[in-house]
């Protein structure tokens, strides 16, 4: 198998012995199956080198006239949240060098969105655009990904605020090098249902709880070494800023599967990242560069996600070449949030079939009792 793959890795140190002599073939499939990943990698890496080395080679080819970034905000139903947005984004956005554009997003917004947003009808930096249907979050997102206004789109949801220091190191991670695929910002979490009357921006932002507590410093690094930062693992759409290209194949799927059924119906961007870029390299902001309302509109399935979905990510994560310390690191705090999660469900269904946490019983080394 090292041959056929042309890995030049060693076979692993040491390995569980088969206790049964028709496990034999299951243990050869697995080595044979890892060395297959890890020659995968390797051509992924490398292509992206070739890549790298052709744009710094023929900087004359990317378009001058194309704008460096583009802010793209996904909003339904919140039109006091979009409406700071929009305001705070305005604000900060002539500090920054560079021409960044602004567009918002409507996924067919009932409520006075569109109105709130008439009042900034005067500025040339901001584009609104509203859906004729209501396409769904994961058919908005879609949505976004193709509205090519720059090189590179960040993508934020309504509620999800970006800080100055987020705009400045954005910036600073797409002009150097300028061919980077992804830009990945540290960020924080508040909470909040509704907006009250004081709330603004920058309190919000004041307020955050950061994922990455202490954070290796700013640069490029491989995909693999930045996923292990914090536990979230690119499940978040709003700290990571894609090369418009990447962005536009990452949500290129009709998303018509029951939602939070697999990784593409609820985080393809973990999905893409992972299995194709965890090798490349890409640049890390350490500096809080958003934060993000963890008082989301699906905490019903919550306890899917950490019992099904999150334990498919550390799968996958492992199989990439995660730290596997890390990665059991996090998974121990994901049990704690399944079990807080399903406590907070009050014995209401869960929607979780047995079969599904075969892989959280591989991950999280313990069986999970549903309650």
Known sequence: AVAE??????L?????????????GIVGRTIAGMLSDAARRDDIARRERVLRSIANWRPDARDPTLPLLSIVIST?????????????????????????????????????TLERLAKFGDNTRLTVISNPV???MLGNLRACSVLVQARHV?????????????????????????????????????RRRALADNDRAQRLSAEHIPL????????????????????????AFYPIVFRSDLLAACFDYPFDGKPFVN????????????EAYADTDAYWCARIGTVGNIANSWSRHLPRWHAVLMPQV???????????????????????????????ASGAALDIEPAELDVAHQVFQQPLVLA
């Open 5 to 10: 793959n042309g890995c030049g890795r060693a």
């Open 12 to 24: 692993p140190d040491c390995l569980i012995a088969a206790p049964r002599a028709d496990r034999v």
């Open 76 to 112: 339904y139903n919140r039109g006091r949240f979009v409406e700071e947005n929009v305001r705070w984004l305005l604000r900060i956005l002539p500090e920054v060098r560079g021409d960044v554009r602004l567009a918002v997003l409507d996924n067919a917004s009932t409520d006075d």
């Open 134 to 136: 209501n396409l769904g």
């Open 154 to 190: 960040w993508i934020t949801g309504d509620d999800d605020f970006i800080t100055p220091a987020g705009l400045s190191d954005v910036g600073d991670g797409v002009i150097a090098p300028p061919e980077v695929p992804v830009v990945f910002l540290n960020f924080g979490v508040y």
């Open 212 to 235: 990455a507590a202490k954070p290796v410093p700013s640069g490029l690094y491989p995909v693999k070494r930045i996923c292990e930062q914090h536990d979230n693992f690119f499940t």
């Open 263 to 274: 990784l593409v119906e609820s985080v393809p961007t973990t999905k893409m990242i992972l």
């Open 314 to 344: 550390f799968q996958l994560a492992r199989r990439v070449g995660v730290d596997p310390v890390r990665l059991h690191q996090w998974a121990r705090l994901h049990i704690e949030l399944f079990r807080e999660a399903e406590a907070a």
